[in-house]
């Protein structure tokens, strides 16, 4: 794969589409032709009703799905040039998934739920334990690490998987509505915690169908009926949107770099 440099985007989108069940009378067009640039350090919301084509495009940048036609490039790669396993890594190396139903494994603790990526990277249990540590407190969760996320609130679950998301240090975090499952309290703290990634130099891309989530980011774009439109107004009624009430980590610096693992039409 070719090096990315900090002014290769991040993310880059052309004419991004993606069609189900094309040619029958079932099909449908949830991407019609998506232009995407997002930046490295940025922090942009895409926002849209159900049904809108958020998290198919969502698939697409994660590298979960495949386009029916255009180009993505995971910064700066071209992923239609890759194999399989190269994929594989790509999804591993560049891109951190956050989701409204944390994902956690039940029976793990909070430790081990944030070290399984370094497991798939081979890397030795002791130091698995050290960077899981050090990522817990990243997010504030130091003291919760041998609790399992029974015995955590919606707001620390969110955090240890925020933590599992970012402990190899990809390019991207992609955040499908992670507000969704929390109080308002709680998702304004979840927020504030994307900000300072942000600000870390992390990538962040939201997802959300709320515009004042969406208001916390740099800049939102909107999904309508599978086509993609930035909005000045982010957040605001500018947008077409009805507005809902919704109810400086120092992240781990391994020693050497290591690779990371991996709804709508």
């Known amino acids: 794969m070719t090096q990315a440099t ?35 350090g940025e922090f942009v919301a895409i926002m849209g009703p159900s049904g809108s084509g958020k998290s198919t495009l969502m698939n697409l940048v994660g590298c979960l799905d495949t386009p029916s036609s255009g180009q993505y490039l995971c910064d700066g790669v071209d992923v239609a040039t890759l194999d399989r396993e190269q994929l594989a890594a ?11 139903g944390f994902n956690l494994l039940p029976r793990m603790t909070a430790e081990d739920n944030v070290a399984m990526p ?5 890397v030795p249990p002791p130091e ?39 402990i190899n240090r990809p390019a991207i975090l992609l955040a499908d509505e992670p507000t969704g499952a929390l109080d308002s309290k ?3 703290e979840i927020l504030a915690l994307f900000k300072r990634l942000r600000d870390d130099g992390h990538t962040v891309v939201l997802i959300t169908h709320d515009a004042e989530v969406a208001a916390h980011a740099d800049r939102t774009c909107v999904m309508r009926d599978g086509e993609l439109h ?15 009430p919704v109810p ?14 991996g709804s709508e039409p």
Not at 138 to 151: D, I, K, N
Not at 152 to 161: D, E, F, K, M, P
């Open 90 to 100: 790509l999804r591993r190396d560049k891109i951190g998934f956050v989701f409204q």
């Open 128 to 166: 698995r334990r050290r960077l899981a540590q050090e990522a817990l407190a990243a997010v504030g969760l130091s003291g919760r690490a041998t609790h399992r996320p029974s015995e955590l609130s919606g707001g620390q679950q969110q955090r240890v998987a925020i933590a599992r998301a970012l």
């Open 186 to 188: 709680t998702g304004e």
């Open 6 to 40: 900090d002014a290769t985007p991040v993310i880059e989108t052309r004419a991004l589409r993606k069609v189900y069940a094309e040619g029958s009378e079932a099909e449908v067009v949830a991407l019609a032709g998506v232009d995407l640039v997002i930046g490295r």
């Open 118 to 122: 370094l497991g798939y990277a081979q």
């Open 248 to 261: 400086h980590p120092v992240l781990p610096n391994p020693e050497s770099p290591i690779p990371n693992p």
């Open 230 to 244: 930035e909005e000045p107004g982010f957040g605001s009624r500018e947008s077409g949107f009805e507005e809902f």
